[in-house]
């Protein structure tokens, strides 16, 4: 069974950053893509970001250019740099594992972007 758990959220005004992690347990392989999603009030979730070894990441586009995802593999972790922040990027980030077609969901982190 794998369980995941993420933290670093918070409140930062407009400009700012934030790191967030995403601890898993369980057996994680470097083949199984880890990432972050976000659901903003009213909105659905949406990706912000993937990883998996041996391959690009992927970004959402409104995110693009701003975060970065990265993962460590001998820790099971994935985080992700977020920079540049905006207000619309307020939301419930989740932390996301998909570990031979089955996915694995943090309980989320609140992530606050307001002056």
């Known amino acids: 069974q794998v369980q995941v758990a993420e933290s670093g959220g918070g409140l930062v005004q407009p400009g700012g950053s934030l790191r967030l992690s995403c601890a898993a347990s369980?057996?994680?392989?470097?083949?199984?893509?880890m990432g972050w999603y976000r659901q903003a009030p009213g909105k659905e979730r949406e990706l912000v970001a993937r990883i998996r070894s041996g391959r690009d990441p992927d970004y959402g586009d409104s995110v693009m250019g701003r975060f970065t995802i990265s993962r460590d593999n001998a820790k099971q972790t994935v985080y992700l740099q977020m920079n540049s922040l905006k207000p619309e990027d307020t939301g419930v980030y989740y932390c996301?594992?998909?570990?031979?077609?089955?996915?694995?969901w943090g309980k989320g982190t609140l992530v606050t972007v307001s002056s």
């Open positions: 996301h594992v998909r570990r031979y077609g089955t996915d694995y």
């Open positions: 369980g057996s994680i392989f470097s083949d199984n893509t």
